[in-house]
């Protein structure tokens, strides 16, 4: 059925056939049908009043931390009439809708692929909108188009305190949630108590416009997802969503996570990596997939690779690094990660944390802000046993389970994979 359709000829809600109406959205909002964005359909309707627009920009055309400062350049598009503001200029307050672009509204359409991880900010806009609408007792009806997750339900990671929240990290949220958009909006809507109508439109597996895939060692034969439309420019294809819980630690250090090549969060590495090249003859390795290796894991192999990135860190310099290969048996990225890093701390001359401010309103590193739990960050620093980082894991996802179960729509049961 087409995203018009499923929107509007099947509601019998007046507002969305009368009310002014904002889009949150981005180029994933695409109706394959009709061959048209939403925004283009509901302008045709006269119905389309303002477009609220997430990091990366409405196409993805920006790249992380990217400010996107006014959207008087979509004016092209040729949609007379309508109000394009961004969610993610340079400022902190610019991360949430100004107030006068909220009280007129009768309705707020959402249509945003989200990949499944906390880091991702497309969440973070819905909750900062969820705070505004609740504490200015403003209540447009919110319509959420839910998409199928690329990660599915496979839950990773500890729940991020107050002391780590940022717009990488809504509190409370785990890194790898296993939740849908919609189930996700569900979470926040009741979290604030919010007064305004929150209607999520569910996906179903027989729609037209998706595709199967294989999610290996995830516990199901396959998920579905939308067709390929990425929805921010360093996540091409779902494959990469399935390493994005744990390289995306990676942004949190000096070594490159792969962007400025064709293959981001699947490959990381640094010029000053060559030494590695002889870690396991002088340690008596067969190699970096060697079950005694220190950074094995049986979910990924590790390819060695050299690699120069295009843009983004090392940008034109010879990296030595790894491409990581899902081999379908189950795969923890998150706690692969946690090893890699640990192992590179321990091991490497010249390997060090970024520094500096990383995000909107913290102060706190990038390492800090992505990892978001003490006894994480100290086990990447020596200060606690990799038993101990496990056990906290198993704990955190235990907890998320339990909480995120009361806002699941569809029958699908949450997976943890057992680390020991």
């Known amino acids: 059925m087409k995203i018009a359709d499923k929107l509007i000829l099947s509601l019998t809600d007046k507002v969305l056939h009368e009310g002014r109406i904002a889009l949150l959205c981005n180029q994933t909002s695409w109706d394959f049908t009709e061959g048209a964005y939403l925004f283009e359909l509901l302008h045709r309707r006269g119905t389309l009043h303002r477009i609220f627009i997430p990091e990366h920009g409405l196409f993805a055309e920006l790249q ?60 973070s806009t819905v909750d900062k909108l969820f705070r505004s609408l609740s504490e200015n007792s403003l209540a447009p009806a919110i319509y959420v188009i ?12 500890t729940l991020i305190g107050k002391e780590y929240t940022s717009f990488i990290g809504v509190e409370g949220l785990i890194h790898r949630h296993g939740l849908t958009f919609g189930e996700l909006c569900g979470l926040l809507h009741s ?31 396959y998920v579905k997802t939308p067709c390929s439309i990425y929805p921010s420019p360093n996540l091409p294809s779902p494959y990469t969503c399935l390493f994005y819980s744990g390289q995306c630690l990676f942004e949190g250090t000096n070594l490159s996570e792969g962007r400025g090549t064709t293959r981001p969060f699947e490959i990381f590495g640094a010029p000053f990596l060559n030494t590695l090249h002889y870690y396991n ?47 379908g048996k189950p795969y923890h990225s998150l706690s692969h990660t946690l090893r890699i890093l640990r192992f590179l701390h321990d091991n490497m001359n010249g390997f060090a944390w970024r520094d500096g401010v990383y995000e909107k309103g913290n102060d ?32 955190g996802e235990e907890a998320w389970i339990k909480t995120a179960t009361e806002y699941t729509i569809y029958p699908e049961k949450f997976i943890r994979v057992l680390l020991y």
């Not at 839910?146 to 990671?157: H, M």
């Not at 008596?284 to 049986?298: A, E, F, L, T, V």
């Not at 960050?377 to 906290?392: I, S, V």
Request: proline fraction near 4%.
């Open 364 to 395: 706190k590193t990038a390492i800090e802000l992505l990892v978001g739990d003490i006894l994480l960050l100290d086990y990447l620093n020596g200060k606690a046993t990799e038993t101990e980082m496990l056990q906290a894991l198993a704990e």
């Open 64 to 123: 992380d931390q990217e400010a996107l400062e006014s959207g008087e350049f979509y004016k092209c598009l040729g949609l007379e009439g309508v109000d394009f503001v961004s969610l993610y200029g340079h400022s902190e307050s610019s991360l949430s809708a100004p107030l006068d672009k909220l009280r007129d509204l009768d309705a707020i359409i959402i249509d945003l692929q989200d990949v499944g991880c906390r880091y991702y900010t497309f969440i």
């Open 281 to 327: 003859s002088k340690n008596g390795y067969s190699g970096w997939n060697d079950r005694q290796n220190p950074i094995y894991d049986k979910g990924a192999m590790l390819r060695i690779l050299h690699y120069i990135p295009t843009f983004h860190k090392y940008a034109g310099e010879l990296c030595y690094g790894f491409q990581l290969h899902l081999t």
């Open 146 to 157: 839910d998409r199928p997750s690329p990660t599915g339900r496979q839950v990773e990671g």
């Open 191 to 221: 979290r604030y108590n919010a007064k305004f109508p929150l209607i999520v439109i569910p996906y179903t597996l027989d729609d037209k416009y998706t595709t199967s895939y294989i999610l290996p060692g995830a516990g199901a034969s």
